[in-house]
Structure formats: structure tokens, C-alpha cells
């Protein structure tokens, strides 16, 4: 069997100190998330131990289970963001064969305990590492060297409902965005380069910058948004269709996003849609003119509460 090698590991060499690790996916880095790396930091700080979130990419369950839809909340660029943002540093593992295939024992002895120099090691509830699974707190903390070195964090309960990302995206599915933000801990977004696309948004009334998503991955919550369009170091309120434009009939999915009171050239720049709320689903319209005046609807509906 091939061991790990660690240039396959976004660290370029081993750590000069010992480390506190978290392991998990991380899709999302919410609010249950932040316990955890929070929990470990503080860990680490006391200690004098570098903190270092371990992730994987591609998601093990793209790699698993390739012919499922894959739909993530934050792709790894966004997701290593947010957690260097906590003063925690992320380290990125390509989960392929040989990674799938690897016993937990030596997943943890070469991974964790060597290459990573972990002394102290958070885990959510549940996790499991190793091939089929079958590494978990238990093992993790007889190789690491006793229970005080292995810590798995309780789960984070909001109104009732354990915070994960599973129920973060079944939120966003049905357009809960105001619970699915709350799970999150902020604003859920898109992001990348605007494209051209069909060119309806103008003779409409209603020009519309097309996103392209960074990462395809991104989970896209289907309906019309309001929100805030940032781009060129300013907040501009907006209104986002997403989803398969049902009076057109055209797929594949698209984001596209109309920049209230703001006229332009956006072709080929970054932008980002902060999603602050559900305005309607989409829907097929009878007529061209019947989809203008809902639009016209949907866009004072969020003037009204934006400006």
C-alpha cells in the first residue's frame, strides 16, 4: 500500500512546531465549526502549539460517490478563508485511492502524529477517519497517547436544530435563507467573474450582471434574492435570479444579478451576491410582460427594505 506523501498536502514541509489539529470537512465553516477550531485554538495558544484545521479536497464524498451531485457551501478557496480567518491555519489533504484505501491507525500515525506533529487533537461529534470509516476518537486517542489528548466537541444546538452543513443546505434548498444564514454565522454568497449571458436582463428594464461561480461546486439556492452585489471595493443593493429561468426554458442553472440604480460595464470583473432574503421561487410566466412586472415587484420590494 502507498503511504501518504506529503506534497499532496497544501503545506510545502512539516511543521517546525508540535500542533493542535482539528479534522473535519469544514463545508461551510459555520457556527458549529467555529466551536470547534475555536476550541482547539485556545487550546493551542495555552500550549504553545500551532493551530492547523485538516481538510480534504475534493470532498470525500465527490470522490466516493463521483456520480452524485456534489453541491458545496464554502469550495476550498472560500472555506480556507474563512478558516484563516479565525487565526487557524488550513491544510488541505487530496483525498484520492490511495488516501481512501489507507488504515486509520496509519492515517493517523503518518498523517496526524508524524508529518502534522499533532499533540492535541478536536474532533465534532461522530467523526470518523480511515479506510471504511473506522477510525475514530477512541483509536485517535490511543495512539496519540491518552483521553487528554483527544478532545470531541458537543455539537452546537440553535433553536432546537444541530448545526451541520447538511441542514444549512436543505435550508437554502426550500429558501429559508434567513435560518440557513444564522446556522452559518453570516451571509451566505456567491462569487466569481460576471459573464455574458443571454442578454434578456435589458430589454426587460432590468440589466443583469451574469455570474459565473469561481467553483462549480457551489450549491446554488434556486429563487429571487435580495441581497447586496460587491464589487469594485463598494456594497450596492441588488436583486438575484438564480436557478433555470422556467419562462425560457433554459438551462444550465445561471445567478443573475441586478445592480439597483447602478449602470456599467461589468464583463469580465469579480463580484460577489450577499444573499439577505427569499423574495419569491421562480416560476414559468405566461408572457414576457407579465415576468416584467414581477420583476419590477421584486425589485421595490427589496428597495424598500435595502436603501
Not at 40 to 49: D, F, I, P, S, V
Not at 50 to 61: G, K, S, Y
Not at 241 to 266: Q, V
Request: aromatic share 8%; no cysteine; glycine share 10%.
Amino acid at each position: 500500500m502507498n503511504a501518504v506523501s506529503w506534497r499532496d498536502v497544501s503545506r510545502p514541509s512539516a511543521p517546525a512546531r508540535m500542533t493542535a489539529v482539528a479534522l473535519g470537512n469544514f463545508d461551510g465553516a459555520h457556527v458549529g465549526h467555529r466551536r470547534l477550531l475555536e476550541a482547539m485554538r485556545a487550546a493551542a495558544l495555552a500550549e504553545g502549539l500551532d493551530p492547523v484545521a485538516l481538510t480534504f479536497e475534493p470532498h470525500p464524498r465527490q470522490f466516493l460517490f463521483p456520480d452524485a451531485a456534489t453541491s458545496l457551501l464554502t469550495p476550498p478557496r472560500e472555506k480556507a478563508e474563512r478558516i484563516e480567518a479565525l487565526g487557524v491555519e488550513a491544510v488541505t489533504l487530496r483525498f484520492d485511492a490511495d488516501l481512501a484505501s489507507l488504515p486509520a491507525e496509519d492515517f493517523a500515525r503518518e498523517v496526524l502524529l508524524g508529518r502534522l506533529r499533532g499533540a492535541r487533537f478536536f474532533l465534532g461529534p461522530g467523526h470518523r477517519f480511515g479506510k471504511g470509516g473506522r477510525g475514530d476518537v477512541g483509536l485517535l486517542r490511543e495512539l496519540a497517547g491518552g483521553d487528554d489528548r483527544v478532545v470531541e466537541v458537543p455539537p452546537v444546538i440553535d433553536a432546537d436544530e444541530v448545526v451541520s452543513s447538511s441542514a444549512i443546505r436543505h435550508h437554502l434548498k426550500e429558501g429559508r435563507v434567513d435560518r440557513a444564514n444564522a446556522l452559518l454565522g453570516y451571509r451566505y454568497r456567491l462569487r466569481g467573474d460576471v459573464a455574458r449571458g443571454s442578454g434578456r436582463g435589458g430589454p426587460l428594464g432590468f440589466p443583469t450582471a451574469n455570474l459565473h461561480p469561481e467553483d462549480a461546486r457551489k450549491m446554488l439556492p434556486f429563487g429571487v434574492f435580495g441581497g447586496y452585489a460587491a464589487f469594485e471595493g463598494a456594497l450596492h443593493p441588488a436583486v438575484a435570479n438564480i436557478g433555470l429561468r422556467p419562462t425560457f426554458g433554459e438551462t444550465p442553472p445561471s445567478a443573475e444579478i441586478h445592480i439597483l440604480d447602478w449602470k456599467g460595464d461589468l464583463y469580465g470583473k469579480p463580484l460577489e451576491f450577499e444573499i439577505h432574503r427569499f423574495l419569491r421561487g421562480e416560476r414559468k410566466f405566461e408572457s414576457v410582460e407579465a415576468l416584467r412586472r414581477q420583476i419590477a415587484e421584486d425589485v421595490e420590494s427589496w428597495r424598500k427594505e435595502a436603501i
